[in-house]
């Protein structure tokens, strides 16, 4: 299994919870790549990875799905500057630790994570989404696992649809019907996550509830009757949505690298991107298996040995 990073989620709930009166030598607060190092330590002493890759967002204008939609995220602030600094050490600390860290000017990390799971499951290898988002859930396949990390549950397959009310395959279609206020994605005015979800049930795909949307009046759900009319007077802002709802996972073949950060020379596709999970730049204690134990990941970013002199 090839655990999955979804590293920006982590960093930005580091930045909010851990208090904020920890510095670098320079001054500059290192809260949050404290709480990353914290959190990234303790996962992998925890689940002893053998492949593990960190994928980042790095948000620029005219990326792909504001290329599509200009205003996609457009009602989110930028990050602050000390924020922004302790985004580019939390991705050195990765490095340091020899982990795959990957990042796309274009692409966001859900489209890193959905390229390189589509990749190992070619490879036999079942992907854990290590993640917050539940955007993600759309990769889920079986043997895959959904997990936040720090959170007391994790998902299966099946256990995606009981949690969330749709299956993982019509996740993306469920999302473009409610759209996503957070990501400045319109839906359809009126339908929240029960009723999409109960027409994602009904219906197998977008494509084949209009194609049928007659059949929607006899759905048991209130309005009904007036449901097929307002779907069809927003087809055209259903499928853009979709757009931008679905995840690509196709990077490589649209001629994208995704920029994996630290590429093991001599290693090819996406198995040879990932392997330095074993960490191979931090030596494991006499007698342990390969894996940084969570304290000495956690020095890493405290002490002034690892990225630039985090201290408490």
């Not at 670098?24 to 996962?43: Q, S, T, Y």
């Not at 030596?283 to 002490?303: C, D, E, I, K, N």
Request: net charge positive.
């Amino acid at each position: 299994m090839i655990f999955l990073v979804d590293a920006s989620v982590y960093v930005f709930r580091a930045w909010h919870s851990v208090l904020p009166d920890m510095r670098d030598r320079d001054g500059n607060p290192a809260h949050a790549v404290f709480g990353f190092a914290r959190f990234l330590g303790d996962l992998i002493e925890r689940v002893r990875p053998t492949y593990m890759a960190v994928a980042f967002d790095q948000r620029r204008a005219g990326s792909y799905r504001n290329r599509i939609y200009p205003p996609y995220k457009a009602n989110r602030e930028r990050a602050p500057a000390d924020l922004a600094q302790q985004f580019e050490h939390c991705r050195e600390l990765c490095r340091r630790l020899g982990l795959a860290v990957f990042v796309d000017p274009d692409y966001e990390a859900d489209d890193i994570i959905g390229t390189l799971a589509a990749q190992m499951r070619t490879q036999g290898v079942r992907s854990a989404f290590i993640t917050r988002d539940k955007d993600l859930a759309q990769l889920m396949r079986d043997g895959d696992l959904f997990w936040d990390y720090g959170a007391r549950e994790q998902f299966g397959y099946h256990d995606i649809e009981r949690h969330f009310g749709v299956a993982p395959e019509r996740f993306a279609d469920y999302l473009a019907l409610t759209g996503d206020e957070v990501d400045n994605i319109p839906g359809v005015p009126g339908i929240g996550h029960r009723t999409a979800a109960c027409l994602m049930r009904s219906f197998s795909s977008l494509d084949e509830l209009y194609g049928d949307l007659a059949r929607v009046a006899h759905l048991k759900l209130r309005g009904a009757g007036t449901l097929g009319a307002r779907l069809s007077e927003h087809r055209e802002s259903v499928y853009l949505a979709r757009r931008l709802t679905r995840i690509a996972c196709d990077l490589y073949a649209r001629g994208r690298r995704s920029r994996a950060q630290a590429p093991p020379a001599g290693h090819a596709g996406a198995l040879g991107a990932v392997r330095p999970a074993r960490l191979r730049t931090v030596p494991a204690s006499p007698g342990r298996t390969a894996g940084a134990p969570a304290g000495r990941l956690r020095r890493a970013a405290a002490l002034d040995g690892a990225l630039c002199g985090h201290r408490p």
